[in-house]
């Protein structure tokens, strides 16, 4: 009868959705990217997300960066919701040349059989509106 059991629960499948240590997916913990970073065609920021340190670091910017940089992490706090979404705190730039920079809430949604990420900054008040990013799996392509 134990050698029944043990069978049993050693056949068991994996989930496609299995949980990392951090409590994110492994589907979000991966490479995302986007070819219109800031509103501009062919202007790519690609971007990993990591479930050890529940934070996404920005891998690759082109010449546009917006006030971001390879080595920048773009998200950090990344945690789980009831809904299945997630919640993080987002890097921002603004003014003149995106030289200032600040931190808001942010909310991300996988989307497409966790193809597509959804990242939604909510407002802040009339200066700072919401802004939202939709980004691809993988590197690029």
Request: aromatic letters at 10%.
């Amino acid at each position: 009868m134990v050698a029944v059991i043990a069978t049993a629960f050693s056949c068991s499948k994996h989930s496609e959705t299995e949980v990392t240590p951090a409590g994110i997916p492994d589907a979000l913990a991966t490479t995302w990217h986007t070819s219109s970073w800031g509103g501009v065609s062919n202007n790519y920021l690609i971007f990993k997300i990591d479930a050890g340190t529940a934070s996404g670091m920005v891998n690759i910017v082109s010449v546009q960066s917006f006030g971001f940089a390879i080595g920048d992490k773009i998200l950090t706090g990344i945690k789980a919701n009831a809904d299945g979404s997630f919640s993080a705190t987002g890097k921002y730039t603004y003014g003149t040349n995106s030289e200032s920079s600040g931190t808001r809430a942010c909310t991300m949604t996988l989307q497409n059989n966790n193809a597509q990420l959804t990242i939604d900054y909510p407002a802040i008040n009339a200066s700072f509106p919401e802004v939202v990013y939709v980004y691809q799996k993988g590197a690029v392509g």
